[in-house]
């Protein structure tokens, strides 16, 4: 796969088995033998660096990339269009519920991601509160 030099970084840890570390595999890009996916939709890169899900291309940006790889995000870099971006992608691809399934709760973590991420772009769905979910699942047993 080539890609230009600003999606270099985060698509090769992908392809290197031993270079995994750090990677959100969770609310992002995971490798399902050679395809790329997130939540329940395939993922394609251009040579640009550009990110295809569903038929409809995100432009590369660093932030955006970091979204969608990185467990500890650097925030430095993600722009609040990088977080709309990401957040439609979840949204699309069902990436932040459990088991990628649109009717389910978000899929809650003590992780960074979750915590300093997906908490925060989705505090006013109905999915959005942990003690929701967390009581749901209390109920449930």
């Known amino acids: 796969m080539t890609v230009c ?3 270099s970084p985060y698509v090769s840890p992908y392809l290197y088995e031993s270079k995994r570390r750090g990677l959100d595999t969770e609310y992002g890009i995971r490798r399902e033998g050679g ?14 660096g550009n990110i295809h899900i569903k038929d409809v291309e995100f432009p590369a940006t660093k932030g955006l990339w970091e979204l969608l790889t990185r467990k500890n995000v650097d925030t ?5 269009d990088d977080l709309k971006e990401y957040k439609t992608i979840l949204e699309m691809t069902n ?3 459990e088991v990628y399934n ?7 973590s003590k992780g960074n991601k979750f915590m300093d991420v997906i908490s925060k772009i989705f505090s006013t769905t109905r999915h959005s509160s942990t003690d929701v979910a967390l009581r749901r699942k209390w109920v449930k047993y």
């Open 5 to 7: 030099a600003l999606a």
């Open 35 to 48: 395809v790329f996916k997130i939540g329940d939709s395939q993922v394609s890169v251009d040579r640009d």
């Open 76 to 80: 430095n870099s993600v722009t609040r």
């Open 95 to 97: 990436a932040h519920l």
């Open 102 to 108: 649109p009717n389910a709760n978000i899929h809650t």
